[in-house]
């Protein structure tokens, strides 16, 4: 069990459309997702944290009006890349966070979607 | 801040060879540590964690073990396949702050290529 699946896999749009991704854990209740983005060859940069039921917490320099997240259930959590533009072409990871069977709730264990390759023209 | 460091790809080697990816961290108190895997096009698979010092971490031949004097997690495979061909990242999750919800923060990944 664990597993998360991302949609769509693959996303190709023009300029200054919006695009959403989404996040699902298929088999488990994930009350905190997270959203990656990684450039070619380098390494995963967290962008946010998604809690259910509450506003994401941004990391330091990521834009929370271009990247809008929603957690609106336990299994669901959406990236909206609004406006994009070409220099928003990434490869975005969600992962989905769940506490482990034994230990204190710090000792989650995070399982990743497959990503979504986007590209804006 | 917390910080992981790897050793910088690309790694290339020959089928059976002895693999070594060094991983040291900066971190307060004791974090968990992680080795997560991302072959070609595809997210990361959790390939070996260790969360207290001198833990040993192993799964699939792999192993690293958890060095608090050398804040270090090193990857080690006595040897090496073709389809160990991938991009692997040594990964801390922070003791402190408490319910982050198991936020990780990664090395920059050392990319592994495997000849026959």
């Known amino acids: 069990g664990a597993v998360v699946s991302q949609h769509p896999s693959r996303v190709i749009c023009k300029s200054g459309t919006s695009v959403k991704i989404e996040c699902r854990s298929l088999?488990?209740?994930?009350?905190?997702m997270f959203w990656y983005r990684q450039f070619p060859k380098q390494s995963l940069m967290l962008m946010a944290t998604?809690?259910?039921?509450?506003?994401?917490?941004?990391e330091q320099g990521v834009e929370k009006d271009k990247f809008l997240i929603n957690h609106a259930s336990l299994t669901l959590s959406t990236l909206t890349v609004t406006s994009a533009h070409p220099e928003d072409s990434s490869f975005y990871i969600c992962?989905?966070?769940?506490?482990?069977?034994?230990?204190?709730?710090?000792?989650?264990?995070?399982?990743f979607g497959p990503g979504t390759r986007l590209t804006v023209l | 801040g917390d910080s992981v460091t790897q050793m910088e790809g690309p790694v290339t080697l020959s089928e059976e060879a002895f693999l070594t990816i060094n991983c040291t961290y900066t971190?307060?108190?004791?974090?968990?540590l992680f080795w997560y895997v991302q072959y070609p096009g595809e997210g990361l698979q959790l390939l070996l964690k260790?969360?207290?010092?001198?833990d040993k971490g192993s799964n699939k031949g792999f192993e690293a073990t958890y060095r608090k004097e050398t804040t270090s997690f090193h990857l080690e495979k006595g040897s090496v396949q073709v389809s160990d061909s991938a991009v692997y990242f040594c990964?801390?999750?922070?003791?402190?702050?408490?319910?982050?919800?198991?936020?990780?923060?990664f090395g920059q990944g050392t990319e592994l290529s495997v000849k026959p």
């Open positions: 971190a307060t108190g004791y974090p968990s």
């Open positions: 998604s809690n259910e039921g509450s506003k994401a917490t941004y």
């Open positions: 260790a969360t207290k010092a001198d």
């Open positions: 088999d488990f209740q994930a009350t905190t």
């Open positions: 992962s989905a966070s769940r506490p482990t069977a034994t230990g204190p709730s710090s000792y989650n264990e995070q399982f």
């Open positions: 990964a801390l999750r922070p003791l402190y702050p408490y319910n982050q919800g198991g936020k990780l923060i």
